[in-house]
């Protein structure tokens, strides 16, 4: 039968057969965010605060530990993000996914009872893991495993922040403790990330809109770029004090059984809550409120305490989900404290900045953080930004929570385009000293 041809200059201008994995890594990344984030909806009605009074939800949220520590008897420990970075540098990506069997139902249980982690680091995962599986159904070389593994990733940022540029930089800047040393995955990262958007948007219904509100400014001043330089200071002190508290409470829950560990994290956080309602959730619903409301500077402080030491208890107790949301809630209301203190400063420059250095500090992703907040606020904020991002990142080289990050391992590149990869190996499923970011 005859079959229509293409004359070679017209093949020439097709997408090559690995652009289109790259988009089907990023439309299956968007159909898992679309379901991971509906199914973290119910979860949200049936388990969440506002569905509970205080004292019975204290109880909601040990079971919810007890719970977690029953699936990882019965199903294994789960992985977390230090661990898929790590095995992007040793193996070009992470080659299993039998480890989100375990991981999807206890991070949507810790997300969506009103633990104060959010659902970014599990749903990155999830896409990542599915992109380097897809490499190895295909039999790539460990370099496009890489590729595929970060597409993935970019896009599960994407379905969650609502900005397809910054979570692809996003994505890219995670393996790394200093700049973005995998340039050849920046390009399929964006199409995986617009891909997976796309996807998602159809899927949800839900408009392309970021998970922020922030307004964006008419101008910034000379004065403006001064702020932006103190918010980076600031930043550096939130981010020190963060980690100093991850590694103290580890130090004690380390020494519990493991069982009992996620079970006390669900009792702190429930007495937290007594404090202060803010400090459950990851604070995505409560901060618009917060941030266009006139609310009193020891308001806004005190919510920024109380969500910082949740997101403490919650990675010290192995409560799965990432604290990326939670310091950006941490930042934003920091900011606008400053903000009411200093009433002659801009109000959207102390928190955009605030949030975007906070993030960058621990995350060591000063881009994709700078990205993404200005891809929700206004590319005019972008200057002061990134100037705090800079900034915090520069006074925060000692900070290590993502042990995994490190230099691109040239010699270990070598012959990677020609080595096809084997048999799927037995998934090494040890979970990390640390909960994923």
């Known amino acids: 039968m005859w079959a229509p041809t293409l004359p070679p200059a017209a093949r020439a201008q097709l997408p090559s057969p690995f652009a289109w994995k790259v988009a089907a890594a990023g439309v299956v990344g968007g159909v898992i965010g ?3 984030l509906a199914a973290l909806m119910v979860i949200e009605h049936l388990l969440g605060p506002e569905a509970w009074s205080p004292v019975p939800h204290i109880v909601v949220l040990a079971a919810v530990g007890a719970t977690v520590a029953l699936i990882v008897r019965v199903l294994g420990p789960t992985r977390n993000v230090e661990l898929l970075v790590d095995d992007i540098h040793v193996m070009g990506g992470t080659r299993e996914v039998r480890s989100l069997r375990s991981l999807l139902p206890i991070s949507l249980l810790c997300v969506g009872s009103g633990g104060t982690l959010g659902p970014e680091a599990p749903l990155v995962q999830a896409t990542g893991a599915v992109g380097g599986w897809l490499a190895t159904r295909w039999g790539l070389d460990r370099r496009h495993l890489r590729v595929l593994t970060i597409t993935g990733m970019a896009a599960g940022f994407t379905a ?3 900005s397809p540029i910054g979570a692809a930089v996003f994505a890219l800047e995670i393996p790394h403790r200093r700049g ?4 050849d995955a920046l390009m399929p990262a964006f199409v995986g990330s617009i891909a997976g958007y796309a996807v998602y948007v159809v899927a949800t219904g839900s408009g392309l809109e970021p998970i922020f509100d922030l ?6 001043t000379l004065a403006d770029l001064g702020w932006s330089v103190a918010a980076g200071v600031a930043s550096a002190v939130v981010a020190y004090a963060f980690t100093a508290g991850v590694r103290a409470l580890r130090w004690v829950t380390t020494r519990l059984p493991t069982a009992a560990r996620p079970v006390l994290g669900g009792l702190g956080l429930g007495l937290l809550a007594l404090v202060d309602r803010h400090a459950l959730t990851n604070g995505e619903a409560a901060l618009h409120d917060l941030l266009v409301a006139k609310v009193a500077a020891g308001t806004l402080l005190v919510a920024a305490g109380v969500k910082l030491a949740g997101a403490v208890v919650a990675v010290a107790g192995e409560w ?3 604290f990326i949301i939670p310091l950006f809630f941490v930042g934003a209301t920091l900011g606008a404290a400053a903000h009411v203190q200093l009433p002659g400063t801009n109000k959207w420059v102390l928190v955009t900045t605030m949030m975007v250095g906070c993030n960058a500090a621990v995350t060591k992703t ?3 953080s700078t ?3 200005t891809e929700m606020a206004g590319v005019r904020l972008l200057p002061t930004a990134l100037i705090a991002a800079l900034v915090a990142l520069a006074l925060t080289g000692p900070i290590r929570l993502i042990e995994s990050q490190r230099r691109r391992d040239e010699t270990a590149d070598r012959g990677d385009a020609d080595a096809q990869l084997g048999p799927e190996p037995a998934p090494d ?3 990390g000293p640390l909960g994923a970011p």
């Open 215 to 220: 307004p964006g400014i008419d101008s910034i």
């Open 366 to 368: 000063p881009l994709g």
């Open 320 to 322: 799965r989900g990432g």
């Open 180 to 183: 973005l040393e995998y340039a």
């Open 371 to 373: 990205l993404v907040v």
């Open 34 to 36: 679309a379901a991971y």
């Open 429 to 431: 499923i040890a979970p």
């Open 160 to 162: 969650l922040f609502g």
